[in-house]
């Protein structure tokens, strides 16, 4: 009987639950129905009077409750006895195949002797007792489906959200519905007490107001005046916090009056002896206004007629977004300018620059006016640098305004939003290499087939047309190499970390290849020609050969040093991420130490976001070691070394280290962060190594012949300036005994060439005078500022019709814009029918030219005989130039007589260039009789100087040659360079041996530049190639562990025990006697070469 009282005990439970879920069922249904007919009563009272009341009130009731009906009639309102909680059970869990029903029936024989002969009481005890056992596994509060609820639940919010969404979206939804249900009723009641009153005593007397006048005070920040209105039907629109000002009279006399706004706001009216009324409230929503008013008798009335209230909306602001250089990419050290321009219809407030970093956002405030003006134009500089921009970050700005209103809040609105990407170096980086190895493939393919076709050339024997077919195969597949070599080149040089030795490889492989494809391209001219000939001749094939192997040798070269640069970058690239996986090491270390000390609490986001920040770095080492790991030419790891790295087993200790973290188990994490360290220390150890085993990019005997170079043109450059000195010496000398012996002469000369140029003086007063007085000219004097006038308002007319592209002055903007348009066009008209805009020309520059003339006069009496020379000659051509002009003038009448002048100017001027070139003939010749035998001795041996060293430069010209064929980083224009020295220490030797000092001075100064030029470039390439080298080998904070700081330079240890080292002298450290004097020489002189661009250049890095 135990097994059968818990079955009952079961049953009972299932059943408490059911009418649980009953009830709440019912629940939900009654107030769905309660709510659905107040909706229904209030829907048909809000609607009245109108027909539509009755309709929609019928359509909401039917919908309503036929969800209701579905809705119960789906879920049983029933009671159930225990033979239904059975069946519902079974229904639940079909697993107890009917033996629950059968339990709960079969349980009542056993306690009945008489039924024992019909069943067995051994049986049922057995099927209860099976029954109880399966339903211990069971729980009966499951069995009901809370479900059921669902349709009720969701029917019930349904019809409160009905409710609600009436309450807030309709006006006075509820308000309205009510005070129209008492209308209803005491229009009832009203009608009633009429048909009982019989005395018109009785009755109420009838209020009107008449002659209704408004005065509206708008708010303050709208600038608006009053605004009276009379008469006035009594409507009022106006802007939120308006003040209106209502005045009118009534008709019978009260004692108090009031304004009711919407039925909720009472406002006191004044009421005056001649009955006239008046009143004001505060505009803030729509809706209307009434008057009520007590009377003699105490009763107080409302008016029935309602005045309408409506709104006028302050329009949002408008803002327009100019930039003045729109681009996608940015440097973090721009500045974006920025050209605005807002109005709003009563005032602006502020105008601000937001822009959206990430999930960041900044503001920046460009302008807030005080003064409500209306319309705003002006610019914004957005230096880019003051903002915290991480490469590769996408940024979005645009511009926000705000207007004046204090009474409703401000309103707001936005620009057009612009974006940009923060420009990322190491990206960019990244994609010259992956197109240097595309240059590197392309290159190898074309070596393969020319090292294939030179074994074909010399075993084989081939017809003129197989040489042409090659020829064409190398020029197209050059073509392909040549374009991807520029556009790495042109990309490059974008990139201001760049060493000048990649660009020099890039602009020696374009060059080279080049000049490769065009010879090949003219040797098929040649096959073509040989082969269009009507008697066919054979061509030789050696020549072909001969530039097959031009190119193989080019191409080897090329690729090897490609292939060096390319393996140093990517190296770079590794190292620094070595760098940052230390940094991110060292700093979770100390995280740790603060957790294990408890100085700070944990922070398991956090401490996850570095640990996936160390996970993410190995991610991209491994990716960066696996692209090395290939059987190309270019690997920089074998596969030995890369799997020894075991970058796995740190992926999997980074794992382990944040369960601990997360379990609390910070001396174990700490440990096993330790041993972390550790294999990161030994990983960045082999790093190192194969960083330091790769090759230099210039050779060690490369280097010693550039560091011989370097000593020998720092010799030079120190002898050329002795000659130079003791040439300017000489020519000091010369010049005051030819000043001594001429004097008379020069004196004679001048007293000529004054009155030559007083002549011209007076000739351009005279064209001057004439071009001014000209009635021609003066009618082209007055359309000229007539055109300039024109010219300003066109430009100022343009963009008042831009500005009014929405308002009703277009038209009007448009009109006048044509009829100047229309002005300036017959103004033009005029103009090209004097044609005279040749002489405009000439009358403008003359001052110019009389300013030179009068600046020789003065030359000429102050006897300078160079200067009056130099300027002499930069004004004889342009005399020739205007008369020239003068030739193709079309207005004949006008020019004559100036094209007449010129010719007398240009005869003067002639006048004047024989003079002065027989005076400087006769000086010049006398420089051998002037000059000393002891300065003509040394003019010799500085002479004989000069020789010695442009011997030496043609020496270092072809050392500098076999070095650019060797080494391809080498720039050619210091073989160029090198070139152009030794013809102008040719040149000044041969001028030396001729006494001829001033002209030898002009060749020393040059061929002095072209040696400090090469100098130049002798260090910028060595220092280049160093940076190429060294990058990212210097000595940095200790590396990823525990361990002491390594020797980073390449080798480490075993490249101090084999490397020979200068050792230096004990009198090295000295400032050398000269170094003071050279000091105070250049302190005399001015700033050297590219001083201020260095400077600048370093204060720059110093920034950044």
Not at 533 to 553: A, C, Q, W
Not at 659 to 666: E, I, P, S, Y
Request: proline share 3%.
């Amino acid at each position: 009987m135990e097994a059968y009282s818990k079955i009952n005990q079961f049953l009972i439970r299932v059943q408490k639950s059911y009418n649980r879920i009953r009830l709440i069922l019912g629940t939900y249904l009654f107030f769905t129905a309660l709510l659905g007919i107040l909706f229904c009563v209030a829907l048909f009272y809000y609607l009245q009077p109108s027909v539509i009341s009755y309709y929609a009130s019928v359509i909401v009731f039917l919908i309503l409750g036929k969800y209701l009906y579905t809705t119960a009639r789906s879920s049983s309102l029933k009671k159930i006895d225990r033979e239904g909680a059975a069946l519902l059970t079974e229904k639940k869990y079909p697993e107890l195949n009917n033996s629950l029903i059968n339990s709960a029936q079969l349980g009542e024989f056993v306690s009945n002797p008489s039924k024992e002969k019909i069943f067995s009481s051994s049986f049922i005890h057995e099927l209860l007792a099976r029954t109880q056992n399966h339903l211990t596994k069971l729980n009966a509060d499951s069995v009901v489906e809370k479900s059921r609820t669902t349709n009720s639940r969701n029917l019930f919010l349904s019809t409160l959200a009905l409710g609600l969404v009436a309450t807030f979206v309709v006006p006075d939804f509820w308000q309205q519905a009510l005070k129209n249900s008492n209308t209803s009723a005491d229009t009832t009641q009203t009608v009633t007490a009429e048909d009982n009153i019989s005395t018109p005593e009785l009755a109420q007397p009838v209020y009107s107001i008449d002659d209704l006048a408004l005065t509206l005070n708008y708010p303050a920040y709208t600038r608006l005046s009053a605004k009276g209105i009379k008469p006035s039907d009594g409507s009022v629109k106006a802007l939120p916090g308006t003040e209106v000002l209502i005045e009118g009279k009534i008709n019978q006399p009260v004692q108090t009056a009031s304004l009711v706004v919407n039925d909720k706001d009472s406002f006191l009216m004044e009421s005056n002896k001649d009955s006239s009324l008046s009143g004001s409230f505060m505009v803030r929503e729509k809706g209307f206004y009434q008057f009520r008013v007590k009377g003699q008798s105490g009763t107080r009335a409302l008016l029935p007629q309602k005045f309408p209230i409506e709104i006028e909306k302050d329009q949002k602001p408008r803002i327009l977004l100019f930039p003045a250089n729109p681009k996608p990419v940015y440097f973090n050290t721009d500045k974006i300018q920025i050209f605005y321009e807002g109005s709003d219809d009563f005032g602006i407030g502020s105008i601000e620059l937001v822009a959206h970093i990430d999930d960041n956002s900044i503001q920046k405030s460009i302008k807030s006016l005080k003064n409500g003006e209306k319309t705003s134009q002006g610019s914004f500089t957005w230096n880019l640098a003051l903002e915290t921009l991480k490469p590769g970050q996408k940024i979005q700005y645009y511009l926000k305004i705000k207007d004046n209103d204090n009474v409703s809040g401000p309103n707001k609105n936005q620009s057009e939003k612009i974006s940009f990407t923060v420009f990322d170096s190491r990206k960019e980086q990244e994609n010259l290499v992956r197109l240097q190895d595309e240059l590197t493939e392309k290159m190898i393919a074309l070596l393969a087939t020319g090292l294939i076709e030179d074994n074909i050339l010399k075993t084989t024997t081939k017809d003129a047309l197989y040489g042409k077919k090659l020829l064409a195969s190398n020029a197209d597949a050059l073509i392909d190499i040549i374009g991807l070599a520029q556009h790495i080149k042109t990309e490059a040089e974008e990139l201001s970390n760049f060493p000048q030795a990649y660009l020099t490889l890039l602009n020696n492989i374009i060059s080279g290849l080049k000049i490769i494809r065009q010879e090949k391209i003219d040797a098929i001219n040649k096959i073509q020609k040989t082969i269009m000939k009507p008697t066919p001749v054979d061509y030789n094939l050696f020549s072909i050969e001969v530039l097959n192997d031009r190119m193989v040798t080019h191409l080897e070269r090329d690729i090897l040093y490609l292939i060096k640069i390319t393996n140093n970058q990517k190296m770079d690239r590794v190292m620094d991420l070595k760098n940052q996986l230390s940094e991110l090491t060292e700093a979770l270390k100390e995280e740790f130490k603060d957790l294990k000390n408890k100085k700070s609490p944990l922070d398991s986001n956090q401490l996850k976001s570095k640990l996936d920040q160390i996970q993410q770095t190995l991610k991209q080492l491994m990716q960066k070691l696996e692209q090395q790991n290939q059987s190309m030419p270019d690997e920089f790891l074998n596969s030995k070394s890369y799997k020894s790295m075991n970058l796995e087993k740190m992926m999997a200790s980074i794992e382990r280290i944040q369960d601990l973290a997360n379990q609390g188990k910070m001396g174990e994490a700490m440990e096993q962060l330790k041993k972390m360290a550790e294999e990161l220390r030994k990983f960045a150890e082999q790093l190192d190594q194969a960083e330091s085993s790769m090759e230099e990019m210039v050779d060690t005997e490369m280097m010693e012949q550039l560091n011989e170079s370097t000593l020998e043109l720092k010799d030079m450059e120190k002898k050329q300036r002795e000659i130079i000195k003791k040439t300017s010496k000489i020519n000091q000398e010369l010049r005051q005994k030819q000043s001594e012996k001429f004097e008379s002469l020069v004196k004679k000369f001048f007293e000529e060439i004054k009155k030559d140029v007083e002549s011209i003086r007076s000739i351009l007063d005279g064209d001057k005078n004439y071009l001014n007085e000209h009635s021609a000219m003066k009618k082209l004097s007055k359309l000229l500022e007539k055109e300039s006038a024109l010219n300003q308002e066109i430009q100022s007319l343009r963009q008042e019709t831009v500005d009014s592209s929405l308002k009703d002055s277009l038209a009007k903007n448009f009109a006048e814009l044509k009829d100047r348009q229309r002005q300036l066009s017959s103004t033009l008209s005029e103009m090209n029918t004097l044609r005279a805009m040749g002489l405009q020309d000439f009358k403008e520059k003359l001052p110019e030219l009389q300013k030179k003339y009068d600046s020789l006069k003065e030359l000429a009496e102050l006897n300078e005989l160079n200067e009056f020379n130099l300027l002499f000659k930069n004004t004889y051509p342009e005399i020739f130039r205007w008369q020239g002009n003068m030739q193709a003038s079309r207005n004949e009448n006008i020019s004559g007589k100036v094209r007449d002048d010129l010719k007398k100017v240009t005869r003067l001027n002639g006048e004047i260039s024989k003079k002065l070139g027989s005076l400087k003939r006769s000086i010049e010749t006398s420089n051998d009789s002037l000059l000393s035998k002891e300065s003509k001795n040394k003019l010799k041996k500085m002479a004989q100087q000069e020789k010695a060293m442009q011997e030496k430069t043609e020496g270092m010209q072809k050392q500098f040659s076999e070095m650019n064929q060797r080494n391809p980083l080498l720039p050619p224009s210091l073989e160029q360079n090198m070139q152009m020295a030794g013809k102008n220490l040719k040149r000044a030797e041969s001028r030396l041996k001729g006494n001829q000092v001033k002209r030898s001075i002009e060749s020393e100064n040059k061929a002095l530049k072209q040696i400090q030029e090469a100098q130049s470039m002798l260090s910028g390439m060595k220092k280049s190639g160093s940076q190429m080298s060294q990058k990212g080998k210097q000595q940095n904070q200790l590396q990823l562990g525990t361990g002491s700081r390594r020797d980073s330079r390449p080798g480490g240890a075993v490249r101090m025990q084999k490397e020979k080292v200068l050792l230096p002298s004990d009198d090295q450290y000295k400032v050398p006697n000269e170094f003071r004097e050279d000091i105070l020489d250049a302190m005399k002189k001015l700033t050297p070469k590219n001083y201020e661009q260095l400077v600048n250049e370093y204060y720059r890095e110093l920034v950044q």
